[in-house]
């Protein structure tokens, strides 16, 4: 712990705190620092001009990735249709039985999906899914009509964002194995879905700053 303590002020050195870095200069700073053992997260943070107080001025969607988050999910399916969610590669389907296992406290899943006819039949466990952000929505796109797709995108890269309340946007975009330029392609993609999807209720610009790290390392804050 103690030389993690040290690497980090190492890194926080490297890193001026009050300066805004051009994106590639960010992004190879972000190599710098990211001394650890394992192959850590790529974190994202969009501190915006949003206020979540306000319903035209919430925001939540999703988006594709173009070179993933580097982390395999494991998709669940709620559907009576189980032959083509199987044949979609989802990694659990099932309908009475995955009830049973979310009741229990079961979650061997990182994403639920669900089509708009089976949604009602999630209430009795809306109380434990909503609490870990596994309750399916249309906004999360979550609540879909073509099985194969949805698993097909989430497997791909597909990721949820969603307004805090504090105004800000987290997400993972990558690994730190990732090359310059997959991290690059990915935080412009991530970027530009936060502008299509830019509420109505903010009049002026969207985004106030964003920063990129290493999972528990610091922030560096990109020109924008």
């Not at 974190?43 to 979540?52: L, P, R, W």
């Amino acid at each position: 712990m103690a030389n993690h303590g040290k690497k980090y002020r190492e890194s926080a050195k490297i890193v001026d705190s009050t300066k805004a870095y051009p994106l590639k200069e960010a992004i190879d700073l972000l190599k710098k620092t990211g001394y650890t053992k394992f192959d850590g997260s790529v974190e994202i943070a969009v501190k915006t001009f949003a206020d979540a107080k306000y319903n035209d001025q919430m925001m939540r969607g999703t988006t594709i990735l173009p070179h993933g988050t580097g982390k395999t999910k494991r998709i669940a399916v709620f559907s009576s249709d189980e032959a083509e969610a199987k044949k979609a590669w989802a990694d659990i389907v099932g309908t009475e039985t995955l009830i049973a296992d979310i009741k229990a406290g079961k979650f061997e899943f990182d994403i639920l999906l669900t089509t708009p006819e089976h949604i009602r039949d999630l209430a009795p466990v809306a109380k434990q899914l909503g609490p870990k952000g596994l309750m399916p929505s249309p906004k999360a796109g979550t609540v879909i009509t073509n099985i194969p797709q949805a698993v097909e995108e989430f497997k791909k890269g597909k990721i949820e964002f969603k307004l805090d309340k504090t105004g800000n946007i987290n997400a993972a975009i990558g690994r730190m194995s990732f090359t310059e330029t997959q991290i690059e392609e990915n935080i412009k993609a991530f970027l530009k879905a936060l502008e299509e999807n830019k509420p109505t209720g903010v009049k002026g610009k969207l985004i106030k700053k964003i920063y990129i790290a290493p999972t528990m390392w610091p922030g560096i804050q990109i020109q924008y």
